[in-house]
């Protein structure tokens, strides 16, 4: 992380906890340190979907993401201590925290990594897209967030995009018909997408509590560890893992980058523009994910993907250019 801490607030940076939905009703243009948010967000993620099919074929799911985030939750606890971070909070505020860990950092996780058996890491990535959607639909219903028309119809764009682009996977062969480990796949992960704005609705109720963003993610980080090992021994898996350069390196880009830094980054970005268009974030990532998928995996692009990364582009843009034009 950078001297100038772009992944928390700052103190040269103070950030204002917003009422859920005044990044909505106003829309307004985002500031440089909200595009950089934007930009290390969507490289972060956009990599870690291949480093966690990397992560695949030998240990258990569920023992990947729990050492993943003994990792990760020690860097990000040792980073709030450094920082003089708040961590002594009542009981009740911990109960907020083990809803983070439960939504944010580990029935997600644990879903997409089983999601990944079936599908390409690409479309994982795009499959997690629909946050986009989810945020708008729970932010209304839980906070009465407002959305104005221009990003709903964004949003809409986007999610016709990331449709056109999973078509193929779905039906198979010169549309042989609907293939069933594809569906399970994209059934797990839209799970898990599900999971993950709940865990972003539970964030925004701490930050509108006056909750540390540094404090609650170390936490939650905590709690989604604690879940993850007590669900591994109730499934009793082993909790050895692959000593391997592929997956030992895999899991500390995935602990450091794309867990920490990243969720770091979501999570203030979050706080600053609102759920709706924090969460379009994760509708840009899929294009870095894809061009991955297409080195490395073999993607192949044919008229339906291209026509969807046409679609999700253009829905980013509506969404990102909203301030310069109420819906």
């Not at 708040?86 to 997600?108: E, V, Y």
């Amino acid at each position: 992380m950078g001297h100038d801490c772009p992944s928390f607030p700052c103190q040269k940076h103070p950030m204002t906890t917003l009422a859920p939905g005044a990044a909505l009703r106003d829309d307004p243009a985002l500031s440089p340190l909200d595009m950089g948010l934007y930009g290390l967000t969507v490289l972060a993620w956009g990599f870690s979907w291949y480093a966690l099919k990397l992560q695949l074929g030998v240990v258990p799911p569920e023992v990947s993401v729990f050492w993943r985030f003994v990792l990760a939750s020690a860097i990000m606890m040792g980073w709030a201590m450094a920082r003089g971070a708040r961590l002594a909070f009542p009981l009740r505020t911990h109960l907020r925290f083990a809803g983070l860990g439960l939504f944010l950092f580990s029935t997600n996780f644990t879903l997409f990594y089983y999601g990944g058996q079936y599908v390409p890491s690409g479309l994982l990535s795009v499959v997690f897209s629909l946050a986009s959607v989810f945020n708008m639909i729970l932010g209304f219903a839980i906070f009465g967030q407002r959305i104005s028309r221009r990003v709903l119809l964004g949003a809409l764009l986007g999610f016709a995009g990331v449709a056109l682009l999973f078509r193929p996977q779905i039906m198979g062969a010169a549309d042989s018909g609907l293939d069933a480990t594809a569906l399970l796949g994209l059934g797990l992960c839209v799970a898990g997408t599900l999971s993950f704005c709940l865990g972003n609705m539970v964030s925004t109720a701490n930050q509108k509590s006056g909750i540390p963003l540094v404090s609650a993610t170390a936490w939650g980080m905590v709690y989604g560890t604690v879940l993850l090992g007590l669900f591994a021994a109730f499934r009793g898996a082993s909790f050895a893992i692959e000593w391997t350069p592929t997956y030992l390196g895999a899991m500390v880009y995935l602990a450091v980058i794309a867990s920490v830094v990243a969720f770091a980054s979501y999570l203030t970005l979050l706080a600053r523009i609102g759920s709706a268009r924090a969460g379009y974030s994760t509708v840009m990532f899929p294009v870095v994910a894809l061009m991955v998928s297409t080195v490395l995996e073999s993607f192949h692009w044919g008229p339906d993907a291209i026509a969807g990364l046409v679609c999700v582009l253009g829905g980013n843009l509506l969404v990102l250019r909203s301030g310069r034009a109420r819906g």
